[in-house]
């Protein structure tokens, strides 16, 4: 099913799972309420900056995630944090990191969004600093920084290779100093909205499987993104399944470039090194650092592809020539390409790249003497809800969202170094909005509006009849078959045809899922993949349509019978959910500020050689 905006009256869940007849109403279920002023769904940096925000103005939220305390996804986020802070090149500013962003977005982002990240970055990055994340320093003192692919100084700040593992740790830390409630392994199915205004969220615990209703008239999203849909991702096989967007959708708000899916150049080839390292990131540091890409030729192909930019160019340029060699038969037995820093000295390589030599070691690979195997991998969703950044709201009442679940900083596509700089600057931007929201009025304890404890409770019911499903169909297999099917149909190159196709054959796999069956009680891993399977579902129908819609190509959305940029497609694409299914419309792209127009008509651009 697609997803219905919800009512009072709904006599069905609407996604994947349904109830059965309206006396199931009359089943009672046991759950446990939780009141509270503001809810932030998700545990990683968006989500603990928007609860700093929220503390240190006086409002206590309650966080929740889906894994242990400090194990969020940005953890994989490796190779840094970008700000103009000029430590190497004091010509660098925020006005040139927004045009960057934009010229990397191919100007469908919301000159808004960028220009706010870009301007309240510095500072983000001071208070990391005064907060103790341990960045690396220049020989004076400074916070060091690399070069990062298609930006045009140096300008990401990092801790060697693990930059998103620090900077978690740190907001983490703050947010105990802080005293901020947190409560994980905690999973939520469904917001409680009419479509106008959210008043909650219903949702089971991971470990007990009791199932907990949280009232709360503010819900935050940082829920993450989508890109562990596809069979090659970067993510953890249970995250980034789109729980977030769908959410959103579900409540009443908007999603925004959902066809914009970033395919990182460099991902481990899991022939090599087994099945559990397929499509794992290689992180971009390694090129920022020196890193150079080579075919089974020992040709240094990028010298074809962009030979100013080289390895560092946009990642959906190298991308796509990564794809080219492999085409014309210049790709590795495993389907890869080599990429290798050798040439670099061995202490500089084990300091700046810690985390990649010890995971290359670990797999009998000496990456100080030989080259690693690399191919394309999902890693990042651009797309996601429709917001106000300034204030993080999404049109429905009480409902804001931030990170990866949010489109519009990115555009087409996204620099490296940019997610973790979204998380912090727009989630510092929304914590101290929607504290300015909360008040004594605040419904939190005094209840749900009439109709949303019965919508909980119908979803409660849903949740245990598909616990207690017992079809031959498993949701690993099902999300495996959807996997394969994006990459296929939605993967780096596309086509109308492709992606009709695609469509056709998700309806297929929709059709499947009646015949699903969990392995396990609520407390299961095949129960939370069932779960997630419905939101993956939802959001792979809006990427097919968006991608299908947008007969161009631009950033990571190629389409081999639409090569070429059309200046009549910048525009940005909306998915709502109708009463008969997705409906798409299109809306045009404001202009950024004349300072920031200044810079992109100077058209700042990244020299690689200054690496040689």
Same mark, same amino acid.
């Given at each position: ?151 045009? !100084?140096?300008? %990401?700040?990092? *801790? #060697? +290779? $693990?930059? &998103? @593992?620090?900077?978690?740790?740190? /907001? =983490? ?89 970033? !395919?990182?150049? %460099?991902?481990? *080839? #899991? +022939? $090599?090194? &087994? @099945?559990?390292?397929?499509?794992? /990131? =290689? ?100 797309? &996601? ?228």
């Amino acid at each position: 099913m697609t997803p219905q905006r919800p009512s009072a009256d709904d006599e069905q869940a609407v996604d994947a799972r349904t109830t059965g007849p309206a006396t199931d109403a009359e089943k009672s279920v046991d759950y446990e309420t939780v009141s509270v002023p503001v809810l932030v769904v998700g545990a990683g940096a968006a989500g603990a900056r928007v609860a700093i925000g929220l503390a240190e103005n006086g409002v206590e939220p309650l966080v929740i995630g889906k894994r242990d305390h400090g194990d969020a996804h940005t953890t994989w986020a490796a190779g840094g944090i970008n700000a103009s802070l000029g430590s190497l090149d004091p010509e660098d500013d925020w006005t040139i990191h927004a045009a960057d962003t934009l010229a990397e977005g191919h100007f469908i982002n919301d000159p808004k969004a960028v220009e706010l990240t870009a301007k309240h970055m510095p500072d983000r990055i001071r208070e990391l600093d005064d907060w103790g994340m341990p960045f690396d320093r220049t020989e004076d003192g400074k916070i060091n920084q690399r070069y990062f692919g298609a930006q045009s !100084f140096r300008r %990401t700040c990092f *801790v #060697g +290779d $693990r930059t &998103g @593992e620090a900077m978690l740790d740190t /907001l =983490v830390d703050k947010a105990q100093s802080l005293g901020i409630p947190y409560r994980d392994n905690v999973m939520i199915t469904r917001l409680l909205s009419d479509g106008d205004r959210v008043s909650g969220a219903a949702g089971y615990d991971m470990e007990s499987g009791e199932f907990v209703l949280f009232e709360s008239d503010h819900v935050v999203l940082a829920a993450g993104g989508s890109s562990a849909l596809y069979n090659r991702h970067s993510s953890r096989d249970e995250e980034n399944n789109g729980d977030g967007p769908a959410l959103a959708l579900q409540a009443g708000a908007s999603l925004l470039d959902m066809e914009f899916v970033q !395919f990182h150049p %460099t991902g481990m *080839v #899991g +022939d $090599r090194y &087994g @099945e559990d390292w397929d499509g794992r /990131l =290689v992180t971009e540091a390694v090129r920022g650092e020196g890193g150079r890409l080579l075919n089974t030729d020992g040709e240094r192909f990028m010298e074809e592809y962009s030979p100013d930019q080289m390895e560092l160019d946009a990642r959906d340029v190298v991308a796509r020539a990564i794809a080219q060699e492999l085409r014309e038969g210049r790709g590795t037995e495993n389907g890869g390409v080599y990429l290798d820093i050798s040439h670099r000295e061995d202490d500089y390589i084990k300091s700046r790249l810690p985390r990649m030599y010890e995971r290359f070691m670990d797999l009998g690979v000496d990456i100080t003497t030989e080259p690693m195997e690399v191919a394309p991998t999902a890693h990042y969703s651009m797309g &996601g809800v429709d917001i106000a950044f300034e204030t993080g709201e999404t049109g429905v009442e009480g409902l804001y969202a931030v990170g990866e679940t949010v489109a519009g900083v990115h555009g087409a596509n996204r620099l490296g170094g940019n997610s973790l700089a979204e998380t912090v600057a727009i989630g510092a931007l929304v914590g101290n909005h929607v504290a300015e929201k909360v008040s004594a009025e605040s419904r939190a304890g005094d209840g749900l509006p009439d109709g949303q404890r019965a919508i909980a409770e119908r979803e409660f019911r849903s949740l245990i009849e598909l616990e207690a499903a017992d079809g031959d169909e498993t949701p690993e297999g099902l999300l495996a078959d959807l996997g394969d099917l994006l990459w296929n149909h939605a993967g780096i190159l596309r086509s109308e045809d492709s992606l009709s196709e695609g469509l056709a054959a998700l309806e297929v796999l929709r059709t499947r899922t009646g015949n699903i069956g969990v392995d396990g009680d609520r407390t299961s891993l095949s129960f939370e993949l069932a779960v997630d399977l419905s939101f993956s579902l939802t959001v792979a129908e809006a990427l097919l349509l968006s991608a299908r819609e947008r007969d161009e190509s631009r950033g990571a959305h190629y389409r081999t019978d639409a090569p070429d940029v059309d200046p009549d497609w910048r525009r940005n694409i909306l998915v709502d959910g109708g009463d008969t299914g997705l409906e798409l419309t299109t809306r045009g792209v404001a202009e950024p500020s004349e300072e920031v127009s200044e810079a992109v008509d100077v058209g700042y651009e990244l020299d690689y050689h200054h690496l040689e």
